[in-house]
């Protein structure tokens, strides 16, 4: 019993170090005050009806979005892919092409950005959306990478082979059987891939230009220029967002265990 309350503690503190900050600022979303601090003199939406009114804000989260949902698409196709095949025990130096592809999880986002922008900028993509897509794919693929490989380690390679043996072609064997059930990873690197590129500041200031600020890009200039409110409102809608779509993937999972 010691043992399993010193590990639950421990855990509660982990925990409560993690979301500390969160909890520090989050509430300040909703203060009628013009600056952060505390105590909040009265509860108010202000902030929030600044971020859907005022233009800047408002165009930062649209392009957040239509970003968000490209860089999502094309790195969990792409991340996908790239774990299907290293699922090949066939292929040589596999573990270095697997460390090549989380690359971009340790390469500082400075030198990252820096060439994205020389090797975009030779394609005429910076300053465009399709640019902005691809360089924040870039950060994000190896998060689906990630996930889609651990679902698929858990997938008996057996129902693959018994589908085989019973006429199924390769496509149809990967559509009725091993996307399913690696879809719960599939759908997690989604989601990691899409916060991903919300969050994602560094690489945006490199390869995008005015009409592709992002809502964290425009938090960043906006802690350069005033500390307002709107940006503590802009973190409780980032949050937000992405608690609710993994509480989805989470159900969406749990459903799918059910009808199995």
């Known amino acids: 019993m010691p043992m399993k309350f010193t590990k639950f503690a421990f855990a509660s503190l982990t925990i409560l170090f993690l979301v ?39 165009r930062a989260i649209v392009n957040s979005f239509i970003i968000g949902t490209g ?27 697997r460390t090549l592809f989380l690359l971009p ?3 500082p986002a400075v030198v990252l950005g820096v060439g994205m922008q020389v090797l975009l900028g030779g394609f005429g993509l910076t300053n465009s959306y399709a640019g902005v897509i691809i360089a924040h794919t870039v ?3 190896p998060f689906v990478v990630v996930s889609v490989s651990g679902a698929l380690a858990g997938i008996d390679r057996r129902v693959e ?26 759908l997690s690197g989604a989601v990691l891939a899409f916060a991903t590129s919300l969050d994602e ?20 200039s906006s802690i350069r220029e005033n500390i307002s409110p709107a940006i503590a409102a802009a973190a409780f809608l980032f949050i937000t967002v992405t608690v609710v779509i993994g509480l989805i993937v989470i159900l969406s999972n749990v459903m799918r265990a059910r009808r199995r």
């Open 139 to 141: 950060v994000a693929v």
């Open 71 to 97: 860089t999502t698409l094309l790195a969990t196709v792409l991340g996908t892919a790239a774990s299907l095949g290293l699922r090949n025990r066939l292929i040589f130096f596999r573990g270095t092409i």
């Open 20 to 58: 500390a900050p969160l909890i520090a600022i989050l509430p300040l979303a909703f203060t009628s005050s013009v600056i952060l601090t505390y105590p909040i003199p009265s509860w108010s939406l202000r902030w929030f009806e600044e971020l859907f009114t005022a233009d800047a804000w408002r």
């Open 161 to 186: 082979l018994a589908a085989e043996s019973l006429g199924a072609s390769p496509i149809t064997v990967f559509r009725r059987v091993t996307l399913p059930l690696a879809m719960p990873g599939v």
């Open 105 to 107: 999880m340790v390469v």
């Open 201 to 220: 500041v560094v690489l945006t200031l490199f390869v995008a230009g005015p009409n592709q600020r992002t809502l964290a890009r425009q938090m960043f």
